[in-house]
DNA sequence: ATGGCAATGTTTCATTGA
């Protein structure tokens, strides 16, 4: 089983690229961010001639989620958004797929640290762990994974020096990330020796991608038992060159049957 | 080989992203 995440940074500009990569790729599960399409525009059909059922949940230039399953794979309890916290802003779309539960998110960016949009963003994070303690309690088998807008560590940031206390690596995001772990997901990235520098995301800006100046804000999280079945781990950062990238790369975590 | 912002809509600039 082959679990894979992605920020598209529309749908609409990256669907080519996306069908390639899904020919190429062949993931069994896709969360996609940022597809930035109202629910009417989404491309159900490119998505299903390249073998896909796709849940989503979008909104005209911001947000938007979706999620595709391989055709043939039992796909249960769709849901869309967090139990108890409105939000007009389409982020989170959760699915049982051939009994995973794959829950997609786009977490909220931040903007600057003390603003009214960093706030939100920590107010969000409350959120998640609150409904992720829930449906680990009724899903033992369950993968996060999305665009978590925090590089956990130092050794997931470029120049650390340069981010220290920035947006995406302050105290309180890393907290906050911090706490998801501690309900017992793991990190599927870090399960495995990886190379140093690896990154989801570059600024398009400053030649960031060609000097390698990136985070890695793009995770997978998975229970334990999920954990266990975890064999391998990566980052496809060549999905991120040639023509019209999206400026994040897909990540992707693989589990035993 | 990678490439010096990109996408969207309210469009001819403002807003947002991270």
Redesign the pocket.
């Known amino acids: 089983m082959l679990l894979a995440a992605w920020?598209v940074?529309?749908?609409?500009?990256?669907l080519p690229r996306l069908l390639a990569w899904l020919e190429a790729t062949k993931p069994d599960v896709l969360c996609l961010?940022?597809t930035?399409?109202?629910d009417a525009r989404f491309p159900t059909l490119d998505i299903a001639s390249a073998g896909y059922v796709a849940h989503f949940a979008g909104q005209?230039?911001?947000?938007g989620v979706a999620l595709l399953a391989r055709e043939g794979l039992a796909i249960d309890d769709v849901a869309f958004g967090m139990p108890g916290f409105d939000d007009e802003?389409k982020r989170v779309v959760a699915a049982t797929v051939g009994g995973i539960r794959m829950i997609g998110v786009?977490?909220?960016?931040?903007?600057?640290v003390g603003s009214d949009?960093f706030a939100y963003k920590l107010r969000w994070y409350e959120a998640l762990a609150a409904m992720l303690r829930d449906e680990l309690a009724r899903y033992p088998m369950l993968a996060v994974g999305g665009?978590f807008?925090v590089?956990p560590e130092d050794c997931d940031v470029h120049d650390p020096a340069l981010w220290m206390g920035k947006?995406?690596c302050s105290q309180q995001e890393r907290a906050a990330f911090c706490a998801l772990l501690g309900l017992g997901l793991k990190d599927s990235f870090r399960l495995f020796a990886q190379p140093e520098s690896t990154f989801s995301?570059w600024?398009?800006?400053?030649?960031?991608?060609?000097?390698?100046h990136g985070?890695r804000?793009d995770h997978i999280l998975l229970s334990p038992p999920l954990a266990e079945r975890c064999i391998a781990s990566r980052i496809d950062?060549a999905a991120?060159?040639?023509?019209?990238?999206?400026?994040?790369a897909p990540v992707l975590a693989e589990l035993r049957d």
Do not use: C
């Open positions: 920020n940074n529309s749908l609409s500009m990256r961010q940022e930035k399409l109202e005209k230039t911001y947000n802003q786009y977490v909220p960016n931040g903007q600057v949009k665009d807008n590089a947006v995406m995301w600024d398009y800006r400053m030649l960031a991608f060609p000097k390698n985070l804000i950062r991120r060159k040639g023509q019209k990238p999206s400026d994040h």
